[in-house]
């Protein structure tokens, strides 16, 4: 106990420095901006702004990093609620029974109580990143490679699992990931793999062209494609929830806030699974469940708050284990990969300051967010009104100077293009690309464990079933693939995601 | 009586993966293969595409007997203008520098969108080149040519 409130008061001590306060500050309302637009995600403008972080120290950049991540969540409630359009993905369920809400003219209570649960979910989830990473950093420092292999397995099939679409599908969009993961410079053998002589190959391909290319680009073609006004319910009377909304919607707020610390952890969780399964579970245990889609406050509070806990608590297999559990997380691990940082268990031991610093900047954050969305929530509405016309050149520019500052390249400015059109034939044919973004970041580093398990095992591989550790981890990937092809199961997953 | 697709989606993308699988082998066959025990640098590559290749095989398969949805058709003008837009600008950022290259790109990209009015993308334009000018060149400092000259 005393270890923690050390720890703590040395992240504080880091997150409280002005130069850090600001690039929270900057990321939660970048996130919240990016939030509030339709047609523009976490994912995409945490790669669009990357770039501008090299130069910055690492703690700095990922704390702005996250802010724009968590300040999503945020921010994505008051479009949903709003103009019935989920801000971004993790807040596609709110819209059932907030954008209702907004219709009875409750618009304002609505906004209160997503992000007082929000803030509530944030608060509890740092505690809980605080608690559960030490110990899981600790166990995971006794991993060989036979072990980190397997673990990388389970991580990426239960990231499918847990992806909506085709399970098979998904696992081949992995597979493609980790085969461009290998493109350029083979580290063991000086081979360079795939790059058809290309010199701007030779170092591999940037996960930001990628990142950019398959979510960015290819969003705002299929965004373009679609035709249709949105109407925005501007009308916000008063922000204060009554005590009878507070009365039904506490409860559902600590279990969303339970839910979605939970869903984090596991890989291949985090905010979009976890707003889903609250919305689910809140209908499941309410007295009256018809009362859900038109307008009850439960459907709001509980998912908003599940979403935030899943974002926050899916750090934690990312900065013990170095597993991104999510798409966003792959592009943290491969933020903190720039900076020379190599992920795992020891970046705990190595670089408290970073570790502990980013984990106390996220409570700092958290407690701006409802500064800057309950007050501020007029400002927000008006941006509402801006035509997505004048929005997308904007992503375009940014994202294109990002790829070009890479390595002021005109190739990999190129590449990105050439990934947008990947990414939307992609978008047609329904693969996901999360999960080739997944494969693309643990691709180089699940060749090394398989080649230094193997080198270990003299060639025998049968030793990721003999490892104690490993063998379990192999086990639980049966497991999730047996459930998936139950039809029980299959049906129950698809009632979730469909609801 | 010839076979039915019934799922186009599924198919193709079977077909995709098949196509990356066939070409990650080929490609791996010149880099050593190695032994089990020291894996060459074809060795991880070629297992992936293989198991890609039976991937694609399996799900372009099913494609045959179940689903029954069929792929949206497209509108090709935002896909070409907006991927235009990207490598108009990529080559003229070098050459001829960023108030051209994004005039370009502006220009071109909102050519993709529904609505066109001269005066609005004039005005984003210039606003756009400000905000890219005042916040990269300037505020962040990376080293790209503003004007031709």
Same mark, same amino acid.
């Given at each position: ?104 003219? @409750?618009?304002?209570? !609505? ?80 081979? @360079? ?102 307008? !009850? ?29 999510? !798409? ?172 | ?46 297992? /992936? ?5 039976? /991937? ?54 909102? /050519? ?38």
């Amino acid at each position: 106990m005393m270890e923690l409130i050390n720890h703590l008061i040395l992240g504080f001590g880091v997150a409280l420095t002005p130069i850090n306060l600001l690039y929270c500050l900057f990321g939660v309302s970048i996130g919240t901006l990016i939030g509030v637009l339709p047609g523009i995600g976490p994912l995409a403008t945490i790669a669009m702004l990357l770039p501008l972080t090299f130069n910055v120290p690492a703690v700095s950049a990922l704390i702005m990093l996250a802010g724009i991540y968590y300040g999503a969540m945020y921010g994505g409630s008051t479009t949903s609620i709003l103009v019935n359009i989920p801000g971004e993905a993790a807040s596609v369920v709110t819209c059932l029974d907030g954008y209702q809400m907004a219709r009875q003219g @409750r618009a304002g209570p !609505a906004l209160a109580i997503a992000a007082l649960g929000s803030f509530f979910a944030g608060c509890v989830a740092t505690v809980i990143i605080a608690l559960f990473a030490p110990p899981l950093a600790e166990v995971a420092l006794k991993f060989g490679p036979a072990e980190y292999f397997s673990l990388m397995v389970l991580g990426l099939v239960s990231a499918a699992v847990l992806a909506h679409g085709s399970l098979l599908k998904a696992i081949a969009m992995i597979l493609l990931g980790l085969l461009l993961g290998l493109v350029g410079t083979d580290v063991n053998s000086r081979v @360079r793999r795939f790059t058809f002589g290309i010199p701007d190959l030779f170092d591999g391909i940037s996960f930001v062209v990628i990142a950019m290319g398959l979510f960015a680009f290819a969003e705002v073609i299929t965004n373009l494609e679609r035709k249709g006004k949105r109407v925005v319910l501007t009308d916000v009377q008063t922000l204060l929830p009554t005590r009878a909304d507070l009365k039904a919607s506490w409860k559902a707020v600590v279990r969303g806030t339970g839910l979605g610390s939970l869903l984090g952890i596991l890989p291949g969780g985090g905010a979009i699974i976890s707003s889903f399964a609250s919305y689910t579970l809140e209908k499941r245990l309410a007295a009256d469940p018809s009362r859900f889609g038109k307008g !009850a406050i439960e459907g709001v509070a509980g998912p908003e708050s599940a979403n935030n806990a899943g974002a926050q608590s899916s750090f934690i297999p990312m900065l013990t284990l170095g597993i991104p559990s999510n !798409a966003v997380m792959a592009v943290m691990l491969g933020a903190m990969m720039i900076q020379g940082i190599i992920p795992g268990p020891q970046v705990m031991t190595e670089r408290p300051h970073l570790f502990w610093g980013l984990i106390a900047s996220m409570w700092v954050g958290n407690l701006m967010l409802v500064v800057i969305n309950l007050p501020l929530i007029g400002i927000w509405i008006r941006l509402l009104t801006v035509p997505y016309r004048l929005l997308y050149p904007a992503i375009l520019l940014f994202c294109c100077i990002g790829a070009y500052s890479l390595s002021n390249s005109s190739f990999e400015v190129a590449l990105t293009a050439g990934f947008g059109l990947l990414g939307y034939i992609f978008a047609k044919l329904d693969c996901e690309p999360a999960p080739l973004l997944l494969g693309f970041i643990l691709g180089p580093m699940m060749e090394e464990y398989l080649l230094r398990a193997m080198r270990l095992s003299r060639g025998d591989p049968t030793v990721f079933f003999t490892r104690p550790i490993s063998l379990a981890m192999l086990v639980a990937v049966a497991f999730l693939i047996l459930m998936i092809i139950a039809p029980a199961v299959r049906r129950k997953r698809k009632e979730v995601f469909h609801e | 009586m010839g076979i039915k697709i019934r799922s186009p989606k599924d198919f193709y993308s079977g077909l995709v993966f098949i196509l990356f699988g066939v070409l990650a082998i080929a490609l791996s066959r010149d880099y050593p293969m190695g032994s089990a025990m020291r894996m060459g640098p074809g060795y991880f590559p070629s297992i /992936l595409g293989g198991l890609l290749i039976l /991937l694609g095989f399996v799900i372009a398969g099913r494609a045959l007997f179940v689903g029954a949805e069929g792929i949206k058709g497209g509108a090709v003008r935002p896909l070409l203008m907006v991927l235009g837009a990207v490598v108009a600008f990529a080559f003229m950022v070098q050459p001829l520098g960023l108030v051209l290259a994004t005039l370009a790109l502006v220009v071109i990209s909102c /050519l993709g969108g529904l609505e066109f009015h001269v005066y609005e993308v004039g005005l984003l334009y210039l606003l756009l080149t400000a905000l890219a000018v005042g916040l990269f060149i300037y505020g962040v400092g990376l080293p790209i040519k503003v004007w031709p000259v």
